[in-house]
């Protein structure tokens, strides 16, 4: 790793560079512990089950299966927002050497729109739909950019680990932000107010936790790289989707990355899936209330920051592809626990299995990228890789929406697709060569 401003170069030179400050580090896993409670509260726990269950209320009163079939079209097109535009801002940000000024920019949004969603009202669906495609956009494009400051702080023998530390101390963040929105809920419930007061809140401490916990983020972590010339007589944009098509036709140079990213959208269809549709799944199929939605996702959190930790050391001792594969391993059998549940205790088995495997496929997905990525092009590949992701969270969630709608509200049915998702992604992951995609990158400028 490098502590200078020199840009990073590829080969022995990033793995002897002097270390990071752990301060950088610190910092820069503090983002992930800041936008974990957006993700755990809005799109996970709270609010999908409100939206489904009081804000689009309305139309499952007519049309069942529609409130989800709604829910999942607006994180689609958020997704798909993100998948056409982080590409472009990657390479833009490689260009310009902004990753911290477009993160800054994306997580003032992302919080903005979390605030208001909480004066959206029952029944007043479009203006909660545009809120919710706005916040997920900007909470999603970030995730893009702080994934591309991994390798300029990560040598390729602990960017498994440092992923780890970062996926890790980001559950913890979720857990934070889901005990105190459950203490107001508890707070709540006590004085006889229910969902239409304490979601609205539930909200707004969300905002906040992210807003102060990010701000370690833009105050110490350093952008190491350097401005790059434009192209003559191209602009930024047409300079960045010029280089993304360039990466894209070499492909060649980079199989097994881009095998992995391939992967990648086959199983973070289902992963995104879950992240989206637990909640929903646990309130409709199981009868969960908000009490019992929250401390299942709290748990979840602590057995996935255990995953993401034990990873990170598991992938750089033994390999990511094996470790990988056993997670997604884990995954097959959590879905088909959850397939099989009849009573609670089957949804506190399997969603212990789900944590424990989200947090090992999301720190190695990531740490691999990492690793195959060629040091010059770490804003354009990671923006390849969100769209891998943003590609997955269209896929998944939308197929469990169009199977539940098809199906008349049958979320067991639906769940079926999340299950092949992991089976097809272990089947390409199991043709991937790790050590020829390691030398591939050293050798790529």
Not at 155 to 166: P, V
Not at 373 to 384: C, D, K, R, Y
């Amino acid at each position: 790793m490098r502590s200078d401003n020199a840009p990073l170069r590829p080969g022995k030179e990033r793995e002897t560079a002097p270390k990071t400050p752990l301060r950088e580090v610190i910092a820069w896993a503090f983002y992930d512990f800041a936008n974990s409670g957006y993700t755990t509260v809005v799109l996970t726990t709270i609010y999908s089950a409100y939206f489904v269950g009081v804000v689009a209320a309305g139309l499952d009163a007519t049309t069942p299966g529609a409130a989800t079939l709604l829910w999942t079209l607006a994180i689609a097109f958020s997704n798909l927002v993100v998948l056409c535009s982080g590409p472009v801002i990657g390479a833009i940000s490689d260009f310009r050497a902004s990753k911290k000024t477009f993160l800054l920019l994306t997580s003032i949004l992302c919080v903005s729109a979390t605030a208001m969603l909480a004066w959206t009202a029952p029944g007043q669906v479009t203006l909660a739909v545009i809120l919710l495609v706005l916040s997920a956009i900007a909470f999603s494009s970030g995730e893009n950019l702080i994934a591309a400051f991994l390798p300029e702080i990560a040598t390729r023998e602990n960017m498994g680990r440092i992923s780890g530390y970062g996926w890790g101390l980001g559950y913890f963040g979720g857990l934070l932000t889901l005990a105190c929105c459950l203490a107001y809920i508890q707070f709540s419930e006590g004085r006889g107010m229910g969902a239409e007061h304490y979601v609205p809140v539930c909200l707004l401490i969300t905002a906040l936790i992210f807003a102060i916990t990010a701000t370690p983020t833009f105050v110490w972590l350093r952008e190491r790289a350097q401005p790059r010339p434009l192209p003559s007589g191209k602009g930024y944009v047409k300079a960045g989707l010029g280089q993304v098509l360039t990466t894209v036709r070499h492909a060649a140079r980079l199989p097994d990355l881009f095998r992995f990213l391939l992967c990648i959208v086959l199983f973070q269809a289902g992963v995104a899936t879950v992240v989206v549709l637990a909640a929903i799944y646990a309130q409709e199929v199981m009868q969960f209330d908000s009490q019992q939605l929250i401390v299942l996702i709290m748990l979840v959190n602590l057995t996935a920051a255990a995953g993401a930790f034990v990873f990170g050391f598991a992938q750089d001792r033994f390999g990511s592809i094996p470790s990988l594969a056993g997670a997604l391993m884990v995954w097959i059998a959590a879905i088909a626990v959850a397939l099989q549940a009849t009573t609670n205790t089957d949804v506190w088995i399997a969603g212990n299995l789900i944590g424990l495997a989200m947090g090992a496929t999301q720190a190695g997905g990531r740490g691999l990228v990492g690793q195959l990525t060629p040091a010059s092009q770490n804003g354009e590949i990671f923006g390849l890789w969100g769209l891998a992701n943003r590609t997955a969270a269209i896929i998944g969630p939308i197929s469990y929406g169009i199977i539940n709608r098809l199906a008349d509200g049958d979320h067991q049915l639906s769940l079926i697709s999340t299950l092949v998702f992991f089976v097809l992604g272990l089947g390409l992951l199991l043709t991937i060569d790790e050590k020829r995609g390691h030398q591939a990158a050293r050798q790529v400028s």
